[in-house]
């Protein structure tokens, strides 16, 4: 889904609704390996499959919530949720994150994502606030709900 009709003029309109859906995607062994590795965190209930099916009592793997939460950005991008009337967004942050369920490795999850603010900031610039919820198939619970802040311009201007 594309938030093709959602832009700096009419964001307002879209406060409380949903925006975009993404694609399902597979959270795979070796993304949780190359997240761990890339920050450091060796911590073998994501990274030693073998231990993990014999000790952890979730059978097998499971994914990092810091990855999943790394993830809005791609889903955002496979979305196209890019407001007319913007050139480009900065990441500013995320208000709200709570992980409410454990993802084993090997599962697929996409994200839903409603706008829950979208604020005039300075000239040419606007905070937007959306809840994405990321969905694990199967599941009832989601496996994150974040609400994540991004600074969006509408001319980048040098200096």
């Known amino acids: 889904m594309s938030s093709a009709l959602y832009g700096v003029e009419n964001a307002t309109d879209f406060i409380g609704k949903e925006i975009g859906v993404s694609d399902w995607i597979t959270l795979t062994q070796e993304q949780v390996d190359m997240f761990a590795e890339s920050t450091r965190d060796p911590d073998w209930m994501h990274i030693d499959v073998e231990r993990s099916r014999r000790e952890s009592p979730y059978g097998t793997t499971i ?40 993802v084993t490795v090997g599962s697929r999850v996409r994200d839903h994502v409603v706008l829950k603010s979208f604020e005039p900031r300075a000239e040419g610039r606007f905070l937007q606030n959306a809840t994405h919820t990321l969905e694990v198939e199967g599941q009832e619970k989601p496996a994150m709900v974040a609400d994540w802040l991004v600074l969006w311009f509408t001319e980048l201007k040098h200096g």
């Open 63 to 102: 994914v990092q919530g810091f990855l999943m939460m790394s993830l809005v950005i791609h889903l955002a991008h496979e979305m196209k949720l890019i407001p007319q009337g913007t050139e480009y967004g900065l990441n500013y942050g995320m208000d709200r994150t709570r992980f409410t369920s454990v």
